[in-house]
Every structure is written in C-alpha cells, then in structure tokens.
C-alpha cells in the first residue's frame, strides 16, 4: 500500500465552499488551546488538553507538513475569518496496529457541529490525498461509542474494516474509549465521480439507483427512471398521495398529509450493512438512493435538487420497523446506533415531499439547499 504523500515545502492552502484549510498562525494557538479545554469537545478523548499540551500539538502538526509532506490543517470559516478547528491527513505514530497508515481526521469547535463542516473539510483534505498527493488508501479510527465521527466516516464514503478494530494500548481495560474502530477509503473508491449541484447549493451529491412499487410491499424494485410530481410524491408508487398512504398511519388519520412521499437512502448505508447482509437497491424500500449527500444531517426543511428540475423538501428520519428484520434477522438493529448519552439515532434515511416535480434517473446530481434561520434537527416522520 502506496502512503506517503509527495513532499511539500509550503503548506497548500484549499479552499472549500465554506471554509479554507490553511497553515497555522500564532492567534490559532490561543485559539486552539481554549477549543481543547472544552470537556464537550474532548468528550471522546482520555481527558481535555493543558494549554501546553495544545501548543505542543500545534508544534508537532507543524512539522509533520515538513516531515511527511501531510498533516493537519487549521481551520477557517470563510465569511467571519474566524478559526474553527483542524482537518487533514497525518501519518499514524508507533504503538498501535495501524501505525505508519495515512488517517484523515478532524476536531471542531462545539460553535461549528451540526453544519457538516467536519465533513466538508475532510472531503478536500481526501481530495489533495489522493489527487495531488498520489495517496492510493487512507485510513481513520475512532473510539467506537464516537457516533458523531463514525457517521461523518460513512458520509465520506469510508467503509468500516472490522478486522482492523482494535482496543487502544494506552487506555485503561475498562475505559469506554479503549475499543477503537477503523474505516478505509481507496483511491478508486474515492474516484467514482459524483455530479455537480445545482447553482447555489451547498453540498454535492447523485442518485445512484432509483425505484418503485405499485403494491405495499417492503422492497421495491428499481427502476431506469422515477417521475417526481408535486404534491403527490413518486408516480405509480404505492405511497404517492396527498394524504397519507402508509397503511399503519392511513388506518388511524387517513386526512392527514403525506409527509413521506419519497423516502431517500444514502448509499453508504449499504456500505456498512455489507457484507453481513446482502442489501441492494430499492431493497429496504427506498426510492432513491443517494451517494455524497449528509442525508441524516440535514436540518429540517432542507431542499434537494435532484436532476434538471425536481425539488424535494426534506420531513423527517425514516423510523425503522420491524419489517427490516423480516426482511433479514438483526437488520433493524443494524440500522440503529446510539450517542454516547443513549441518544438513538436512526440511520434508515429520510422522507420528504415533493415540491417540484421532474424525472430522476441514476447519475443525475442532488443539490442540498439549507433553510434560512435558525436550523431544527430532523425527527422521525
């Protein structure tokens, strides 16, 4: 495995839609520091850093760009200037089972979660990796109750490497943190290319399978081509309607609205389940599936430009039954995790409503336009 990064004398400076990755400056370090005391930010690490330890890691992050030619970015929010945390690439040191590999990782300040900016930034840092560093795997691993980054590992397409899971040597036998799991990328995988968003948007992403059923039925078959009509949902689908047409709701409110009109499905999942279950498109009922798009995180109210012209406003978390396990044993469980403090998080996609109607096919680009204001997570629909 090819991992070293072509030497680089200066430290590139990316750009991305909303942030720039760049060197460190002298401010940074304050900065920094005040970040690493933060218990909520170091909540998945041993303990918080002293402001030496913090200035030391700036230190060592300096040379490493000199060393390897990688490591790890300071962070910087475009439209305010202001630091916001570290992305990028650094070489794994001795002592644990992946040392020598190439990780991606990031930490952000507690004002920057929730935006998908730990995602973006790590997608340019992968990006310089393998485009200009001539990077053919990397890695990145985390505590295993990390939800929060394990699930911006799955956004970025990594897929999990169970067989590199390892307990962490410098943590205690009973720490929480001491099991770590690891993820992988290649550089093939990393090239299968995605379609452009609309103007305006800020995210990128393509459909990838697209399908419907006529019948209620768990799984749909997939199809070449869906039409989009507003109001209504996915045409000739069984759950196409202006009021609600899942059966278990009809029965009880059936003048309510349809707010599961499409039901979307990002890619990744899949990923996951496999190989422990043999999951293809349109099998848990989806109608699009959907790769590079932050679907869980979105905020409630986001719109998704899919293809030339339908619109698509984003309801609600896809709330997983028990027809998953009948369609194969644990697969509900699968698709459930848990924060660190219990929180569930349902990892089953999400549905929205159609607000502009169009065709959608595989390969077309889904854009995500953010609401104005203050953001709402989503909620199971």
Not at 273 to 298: F, Q, S
Not at 325 to 350: H, I, P, Q, S, Y
Request: proline share 6%.
């Amino acid at each position: 495995m090819h991992s070293r990064l072509a030497l680089v004398l200066d430290v590139p400076r990316l750009m991305t839609d909303r942030l720039v990755l760049r060197g460190w400056t002298a401010p940074d370090r304050d900065a920094f520091a005040a970040m690493n005391v933060d218990p909520e930010v170091m909540r998945f690490f041993p303990a918080v850093q002293s402001r030496a330890e913090s200035h030391a890691m700036v230190d060592r992050i300096q040379a490493s760009f000199e060393s390897d030619g990688c490591g790890l970015w300071a962070l910087e929010r475009r439209d305010d200037g202001a630091f916001v945390g570290f992305t990028g690439l650094l070489r794994v040191g001795d002592g644990l089972p992946v040392s020598g590999e190439v990780e991606v990782g990031w930490r952000l300040t507690r004002s920057a979660w929730g935006q998908g900016l730990a995602t973006e930034a790590a997608r340019a840092a992968l990006r310089y990796g393998f485009e200009t560093g001539g990077l053919h795997d990397v890695m990145s691993m985390t505590a295993q109750i990390n939800v929060p980054s394990r699930r911006v590992m799955e956004r970025l397409g990594m897929v999990r490497d169970r067989s590199a899971d390892f307990d962490h040597p410098r943590l205690l036998a009973d720490s929480p943190l001491r099991r770590h799991v690891v993820y992988r990328i290649s550089r093939s995988r990393w090239a299968q290319p995605l379609a452009q968003p609309s103007t305006g948007c800020h995210a990128r992403g393509a459909v990838q399978a697209v399908a419907l059923d006529d019948r209620h039925r768990f799984s749909k078959p997939a199809r070449e081509a869906i039409r989009l009509v507003a109001g209504i949902g996915v045409e000739g689908d069984a759950h196409a309607g202006a009021t609600v047409q899942h059966r278990s709701r009809k029965r009880w409110h059936p003048e309510a609205p349809n707010l599961r009109q499409v039901h979307l499905l990002h890619a990744e999942l899949l990923d996951q389940l496999r190989p422990a279950y043999d999951v293809a498109p349109g099998d848990l009922g989806e109608n699009l599936l959907t790769r590079g798009v932050d679907l869980l995180d979105l905020p409630a109210g986001a719109r998704l430009h899919v293809g030339d012209t339908a619109l698509v406003e984003v309801m609600g978390l896809r709330n997983p039954c028990v027809q998953l396990d009948r369609f194969a044993r644990g697969l509900m469980e699968a698709t459930l995790d848990r924060e660190a403090d219990g929180k569930l998080v349902r990892k089953a996609g999400v549905m929205g409503v159609v607000l502009v109607g169009g065709d959608v096919r595989p390969g077309d680009s889904v854009g995500v336009e953010l609401p104005p204001g203050e953001h709402r997570p989503l909620g199971p629909v």
